[in-house]
């Protein structure tokens, strides 16, 4: 039994100055100081030898046991060490090297034009309100004059969740509840989200963003209404923009007028090529007028004593003539590509 330790002790002691990394050690460590191991096998033959000689074996067994482990713990420590040194020294910073700049976001092209909307009009002495994407009919037709049997309200042209329930086919419902609470002077803005079942394409969404626009006081008249759209143009576009007034039909404002921006590409030259005006000079910018005196006394607002004017615009088309672009998808498509144009 002496001879069979001496053997595993030689033995262990040889491969441990052998071996070359943490996992081998590990398995000596298992094969000879482990539940199956070799020493512990040894321990089991412990009831061969006389009963005077155990005592003194097993002390030897528990020796060798002690400093097996001693040896495999500094054995692997120093393997461990050489290992992260080399790690180290493989992965050194250069600090003479250049930087990786980090990357940078942007602000959506909607974003931009929007804040520069809100500048233009809180510098007119106007105020930002806000009101429910889902809606009544009452705050979406019926209070701007626009009774059952419209084409409006059918269902084939806007959102129903029930007959009353709607999601708003424009930002005009804030503006009746603005004045509901609010007596004039008003002077409002009142951008956000709107709905309408329109086929997806260049130029129409079944979601767009809207800014509509609403002063009432007293002798408000056309020329302030004139004034204002122009000066905001002006603003977006520069003093060189030119707005074109079309008499057209809503049924919340009286006199009406659909308003058109002059061509950015075409100018004062249309061209039947143009793929923006497409030979017209002019682009289909908003809608606007005076506020129907209806809809004012619906709101218990004395027409006989105010009026006032409206207009709404798509900012997804002051954005499109801000920034040149043809097709209103890119805003939504998430393309990193278009985005970075913006930086």
Known sequence: MQSKLEALQAAAVALLEDVANPQDVEQIRVRFLGKKGELTALLKQMGQLPPEERPSFGQRVNDLRSMLEDRIGAVSGRLKAAALEGLLAAQTLDVTLPGKTPKQGCRHPM?????????????????????????????????????????????????????????????????????????????????????????????????????????????????????????????????????????????YTEPSAEVDLQCFVCQDKPSGTCRICRGEGWIELLGSGMVHPNVLRGCGIDPDIYSGFAFGVGVERLAMMRFGVTDMRLFFENDVRFLRQFV
């Open 111 to 251: 974003g931009i034009v929007l804040d520069e909307v809100y500048d233009i009009f809180l510098g007119m002495g106007f105020s930002v309100a806000d009101g429910p994407e889902v809606e009544t009919t009452y705050y979406v037709f019926d209070a701007l004059n626009t009774g059952e049997g419209h084409p409006a309200r059918d269902w084939q042209d806007t959102f129903y969740f029930d007959d009353t329930t709607i999601l708003r086919t424009q930002t005009s419902s804030v503006q009746v509840r603005v004045m509901e609470q609010q007596k004039p002077p008003v002077r409002i803005i009142s951008p956000g989200r709107t709905y309408r079942k329109d086929e997806i394409d260049a130029t129409h969404s079944p979601m767009f963003h809207q800014i509509e626009g609403l002063v009432v006081d007293k002798g408000i008249t056309m020329a302030d209404l004139k004034g204002t759209l122009e000066t905001l143009m002006k603003r977006l576009y520069g003093e060189g923009a030119r707005l074109r007034f079309r008499p057209h039909h809503f049924p």
